[in-house]
Every structure is written in C-alpha cells, then in structure tokens.
C-alpha cells in the first residue's frame, strides 16, 4: 500500500497559504478579544473569502472540506465568528501538512510526498 501523495503545486500553495492563514488568524483572534461581537467590513470579508477559497482548492480532495465554510457577505459576520471559520481552516491545514509531509526513504530527509517524489521512487529498480 502505497503513502499518499499530493501534486507539487498543492504543496507550493499550502508553503504560500499557510503562513497567510495562520497571521489573518492571530489578527482576528486579538480584534476578538478587544470586541467579539465587533461587525466586519466587507473589505475584510473579501480578504479572507480570497484567502480562504485558495486554502479550499488546497484542502479539495480532504475529507475536512465539507465543513470548511466561506463567511456570508450578505450577512456581517462578528470577529468572533471569523475566529472560528479561522480556526478551523488552520487545523485542517496542519492535517494537511500531518498527512503529507514527512521523512522521505528517498531523499532521507523531511519532504512533502508529492506525486512525483512517489512516481520516481517507484520506478527505480
């Protein structure tokens, strides 16, 4: 039974995605804590719908996927329930990361297990 494996492009995006995720997480989580019933704007709701569609197309194929929800632009959300659409994106990154990236027989070090890595190792006799 073979690991699983991600694309390369996958990996390169949750690189770029998750530092972005974790920094708007701790910046909500600090205007949380000044007023947690405090309205978003609607810039603000872009912003993180943006970041948050990008960690989706990332997070796709994961079973966490359906119940990773975008924030309603119709309906102002508070800080506090921005925190929590954070906080759960920013765990099933992390599981992402669990699952995908490790020490690699192949290279002998840490490495995300990309499709190609898999594809190269398997065809060596």
Same mark, same amino acid.
């Given at each position: /039974?073979?690991?699983?494996? @991600? *694309? /390369?492009?996958?990996?390169? &995006? ?5 530092? +972005?995720?974790?920094? /708007? ?5 600090? +205007? #949380?804590?000044?007023?947690?019933? #405090?309205? @978003? *704007? ?18 796709? *194929? ?29 765990? &099933? /990154? &992390? ?8 020490? *690699? =027989?192949?290279? =002998? $070090? ?5 499709? $190609?890595?898999? $594809? ?6």
């Amino acid at each position: /039974m073979g690991a699983r494996s @991600i *694309s /390369m492009k996958k990996a390169i &995006a949750w690189e770029t995605l998750d530092p +972005l995720l974790r920094a /708007m997480h701790q910046e909500f989580r600090d +205007l #949380g804590k000044k007023k947690p019933d #405090g309205g @978003i *704007s609607p810039q603000k709701i872009k912003m993180v719908n943006r970041l948050l569609e990008r960690c989706r197309e990332v997070l796709a *194929s994961e079973l966490a996927i359906e119940f990773l929800d975008l924030l309603d632009q119709d309906d102002v959300p508070q800080n506090s329930d921005v925190v929590l659409v954070l906080s759960q994106y920013v765990a &099933a /990154m &992390a599981h992402f990361r669990q699952i995908y990236y490790g020490y *690699s =027989g192949y290279s =002998g $070090e840490e490495e995300w297990v990309t499709d $190609e890595i898999e $594809e190269d190792s398997g065809s060596s006799d």
